[in-house]
């Protein structure tokens, strides 16, 4: 049985729960020409500055935080992508148990090379810096991923790609069948509209935030 609705519930109606550089970007942006907009992603954490959202992903982790906490995070979204949220299959389908969920997949092999170009050596370079010369946010965020990220030390030392294989069957484990699409972008649109019971829209589908655009993000002026 569904539990009842919170109050202040947020209007959370599509989870994905894939992993950074598995076309999270592409994604929300389709979403968002869907009607499912706007999205909460990792990018909007650096470019609202809520470091608070931040502090309340590592409270998850530790098993101190709340659906209420959730709720005030995703107040205004109707759909939530990338990290911190992905690595959170279980406490977000607890909360949000009507939401439709998306795995987003790739080439194990090109997943670990687009993360090794981008994510990991941003993530490194916050780590290298001083904190206090990290806006709090991007200190934040580098907290969080050194301790929870794919490469962090929760994972025990595993690989990328069994990081990758793990979180797979994870998620696989957690949401039911019905409520869950595996899906790669490149894919397009009809998979996606069929999950999500809407139009399939006149426009392209969408593809954003490749390597080389993400190269170009600054780790001190995140706006």
Not at 111 to 131: H, Q, R, V, Y
């Amino acid at each position: 049985m569904v539990a009842n609705l919170r109050p202040n519930e947020a209007p959370v109606k599509v989870i994905c729960l894939g992993l950074g550089r598995t076309g999270t970007s592409s994604l929300g942006s389709a979403l968002e020409i869907l009607g499912f907009g706007p999205f909460y992603h990792m990018f909007k954490i650096f470019g609202g500055n809520l470091t608070e959202d931040v502090n309340n992903w590592i409270n998850l982790s530790e098993g101190i935080g709340s659906a209420e906490d959730l709720d005030r995070m995703f107040h205004g979204y109707q759909s939530v992508l990338d990290y911190p949220a992905a690595n959170y299959p279980k406490e977000l389908y607890n909360a949000y148990p009507r939401a439709k969920f998306i795995l987003t997949v790739r080439n194990t092999e090109k997943w670990e090379k687009s993360m090794k170009e981008t994510l990991i050596p941003f993530n490194n370079a916050l780590a290298s810096t001083c904190p206090s010369e990290l806006p709090p946010t991007a200190a934040a965020v580098s907290k969080w991923w050194q301790l929870y990220g794919p490469n962090g030390a929760s994972q025990q030392g595993y690989d990328l790609p069994t990081v990758f294989s793990r979180h797979t069957e994870l998620v696989k484990a957690i949401i039911p069948s019905d409520q869950l699409l595996v899906y790669e972008v490149s894919e397009g649109w009809k998979p996606l509209v069929e999950f999500l019971e809407v139009p399939e829209p006149s426009v392209a589908f969408p593809h954003v935030n490749d390597a080389a655009e993400f190269k170009k993000y600054d780790i001190k002026s995140p706006n």
